[in-house]
């Protein structure tokens, strides 16, 4: 596709529910990247795939949260038992290159709402 | 340990006027990314300046870096309201040995421009 593509763009759910989100990178990207943003702060890193090499996991809060990277492409970031403190905006990005050296490319968002 | 930082955190100024927002960090930087955010949006890269450059332009934008003050600043010339936004700054590190590749994000500054 022409840009990032992450769905679903807004979920409501009840605590204790499991959510996954998805991220379509760009097209060839081999990095891709997820990241949290609460209402009105920074991003928090939470992990970090390139091509196929093992992720980078050192962000992720907790065990309740795990993503997975299919076929080098499509990636899923599942959160497990949400709890209120989840509630948060989801924002995956992809690079043609390594991180440090160049530009992200981001999606719109998946903005969780934990009941 | 947080990288870059921005300051100031919130910026209001008149439509026409130029906007400044700088960034801190802490440690040796291959390059230095400034990304705005406009609300309820993903992130969007404006500019990359590397290590060994001083001054960049893209269109109304001008970025400086200050390698001995591990600084950077951004200036948005001409103001215009659609310039709303937070704009956040990234730095670039092989050397930062945390997640995410070496990349990492500040906390952002929120511009308003009033029309």
């Known amino acids: 596709g022409a840009g990032v593509s992450q769905s679903p763009s807004n979920k409501v759910t009840e605590k204790g529910k499991d959510v996954e989100l998805r991220c379509d990178p760009i097209?060839?990207?081999?990095?891709l990247y997820w990241y949290r943003q609460s209402l009105g702060q920074g991003l928090e890193f939470l992990i970090y795939?390139?091509?196929?090499?093992?992720?980078?996991k050192s962000g992720l809060p907790s065990d309740r949260f795990s993503a997975e990277r299919t076929g080098g492409s499509v990636s899923t970031l599942t959160i497990q038992r949400t709890q209120q403190e989840d509630s948060a905006v989801y924002l995956c990005?992809?690079?043609?290159?390594?991180?440090?050296?160049?530009?992200?490319?981001f999606g719109e968002g998946s903005r969780l709402t934990v009941l | 340990s947080q990288q870059g930082e921005e300051d100031p955190q919130a910026l209001s100024i008149q439509e026409g006027e130029n906007a400044t927002m700088n960034c801190s960090y802490k440690?040796?930087?291959?390059?230095l990314q400034w990304y705005r955010q406009n609300s309820g949006r993903g992130l969007v890269h404006l500019i990359l300046?590397?290590?060994?450059?001083r001054e960049k332009h893209s269109g109304r934008l001008r970025v400086t870096l200050d390698t001995s003050k591990k600084s950077s600043s951004l200036l948005i010339t001409a103001s215009r309201a659609a310039d709303t936004a937070s704009y956040f700054c990234?730095?670039?590190?092989?050397?930062?040995?945390?997640?995410?590749?070496?990349?990492?994000f500040g906390k952002g500054t929120h511009l308003i421009i009033q029309p």
């Open positions: 990005a992809s690079s043609s290159i390594r991180g440090y050296t160049g530009e992200l490319f």
């Open positions: 097209s060839g990207h081999t990095a």
């Open positions: 795939f390139q091509g196929n090499s093992a992720p980078d």
């Open positions: 440690t040796s930087i291959n390059n």
């Open positions: 300046i590397r290590s060994n450059e």
């Open positions: 990234a730095t670039g590190s092989m050397y930062s040995g945390g997640g995410a590749d070496g990349l990492t």
